[in-house]
């Protein structure tokens, strides 16, 4: 199967930060993207990881370990706005990119 | 214009009506995607197409067909509507693997 598996739902105040993690079968593995979406909108792209690491990009981090099937989505100085689902999607050769269930992000003031 | 254009935006249908969602990219991509997007379930992958010739089933192809008319062009019908079929409708297209997908603003569909 293709189980991606993350938090449903996730909550935390104005300025702190929160991770939201990911795992995934690592058969066929060809890199983890994570997309933000607000409701009743398109998901758009964060970031994408194919080697082991984190990337950084601005308030926003990822983090991938191939070898355990891990990633995590890292969000630095939340602010209101940033209350979104958060979706994990692995790539993966031959197919369509797959999704996880997503996770709801509330951030309170 | 938006890179990912789906038409339409919202509609309403009756049991058994046939209906089709069109969806139309300006990024040049080959690949294209439907999904569908239920509360509580994420976005759950329906077809897809790798160019022109290629069609391919997803997790959650019955009761749905596709058309990839040109490159451009990809467009998702219901034969015969179902209640359950309402949800929200996304189409994609991404470059080559591991490419980014882009989605376009998707469509409300309501099966009454």
């Known amino acids: 199967g293709q189980n991606i598996d993350q938090p449903t739902e996730m909550t935390a105040t104005e300025g702190a930060i929160v991770q939201i993690n990911c795992t995934y079968q690592t058969s066929g593995f060809n890199g983890l993207f994570w997309y933000q979406q607000h409701a009743g909108e398109a998901p758009t792209f964060l970031s994408y990881n194919v080697l082991d690491g984190l990337e950084e990009k601005g308030r926003f981090s990822s983090f991938l370990s191939r070898s355990k099937g891990y990633s995590y989505l890292l969000l630095k100085e939340l602010q209101m706005k940033d209350s979104a689902s958060y979706l994990c999607?692995?790539?993966?050769?031959?197919?369509?990119?797959?999704f996880g269930k997503g996770t709801t992000l509330s951030v309170s003031s | 214009d938006a890179d990912v254009t789906q038409t339409p935006r919202n509609r309403i249908t009756k049991t058994g009506k046939r209906i089709m969602l069109e969806c139309s990219q300006t990024k040049g991509h080959d690949r294209m995607y439907w999904y569908r997007q239920d509360p509580g379930l994420g976005l759950r992958l329906i077809y897809y197409s790798f160019d022109v010739k290629d069609i391919n089933k997803g997790e959650i192809s019955d009761g749905y067909s596709v058309s990839r008319q040109a490159q451009a062009k990809f467009s998702l019908s219901l034969e015969s509507a179902i209640p359950n079929q309402t949800a929200l409708y996304f189409c994609?297209?991404?470059?080559?693997?591991?490419?980014?997908?882009?989605f376009g603003q998707g469509t409300r569909l309501t099966v009454v």
């Open positions: 999607a692995k790539s993966q050769a031959g197919t369509a990119l797959i």
């Open positions: 994609a297209t991404s470059d080559a693997p591991p490419g980014e997908a882009f």
